[in-house]
């Protein structure tokens, strides 16, 4: 069983604690942490590329020409996708759906997995308690630079919303406070350290060890 040692905001040793293996320690497969993250990835993404069709550009209500006699190839408008200026076909649409399937218990393994290579690379910090008095980013900074975390990209991992950290740590360009109940593939890989308040691992735990 994995043990990770504990700070104090001075950044000073205040301890030890003995993760759950079922979470910290599992085997790690890069391929079900790629799948996760492209399954996270395309859910986000929303179609903006549209263009119009035969029946949405403006004009063509007329018949160019006659049917027959003319000599010419027939033609019914003007807006035909084979005239310039004319509808596109098959063109995007807002329509577009890039969600990919991925199953729960394949989504809550990759981010074990994610967890448990944080571990590993010791990029994971403990906290006994993180708490401020007022907003201040200079405060977080402070402590940030006393921890292991330094100045490296870090995800401030908390057990209950709290204003007073999430808006601290909101003007940090490389910091991002976000719930243990919220914990993604993507955030957990984008950052190089995991901050957690000790306080935080019951909640992870909790949500998703069921």
């Known amino acids: ?3 990770v040692k504990v700070y104090n905001m001075q950044g000073k040793k205040a301890g030890e604690k003995t ?3 079922d979470i910290f320690e599992v085997k790690i497969k ?3 942490v790629h799948r996760a993250m492209v399954a996270q990835l395309s859910k986000a993404r929303r179609p903006i590329a549209k263009v119009l069709g035969r029946g949405e550009v403006r004009g063509g209500g007329i018949k160019p020409w006659r049917q027959k006699g003319t000599g010419r190839a027939r033609a019914g408008s003007i ?3 084979l005239w310039r200026g004319g509808g596109i076909t098959f063109g995007p649409t807002p329509k577009r759906v890039f969600t990919k399937k991925i199953t729960k218990k394949e989504k809550r393994k990759a981010l074990f997995m994610s967890l448990t290579d944080k571990v590993e690379k010791k990029c994971l910090v403990l906290l006994d308690k993180l708490k401020l008095a007022e907003i201040k980013t200079k405060k977080i900074v ?3 630079n006393k921890l292991p ?3 490296k990209s ?3 991992v908390l057990p209950k919303p709290d204003k007073v950290i999430q808006k601290s740590a909101a003007n940090l360009p490389h910091v991002k406070a976000l719930l243990a109940d919220s914990l993604n593939v993507v955030d957990v890989l984008k950052h190089d350290y995991l901050l ?3 306080d935080s691992l019951g909640i992870i735990e909790k949500t998703y060890l069921k």
């Open 79 to 81: 807006r035909s996708p």
């Open 154 to 156: 870090t995800l401030i």
């Open 30 to 32: 890069p391929y079900v």
């Open 196 to 198: 957690v308040p000790t």
């Open 149 to 151: 975390t330094k100045e």
């Open 1 to 3: 069983m994995a043990k």
């Open 19 to 21: 993760l759950n293996p």
């Open 142 to 144: 402070e402590i940030l």
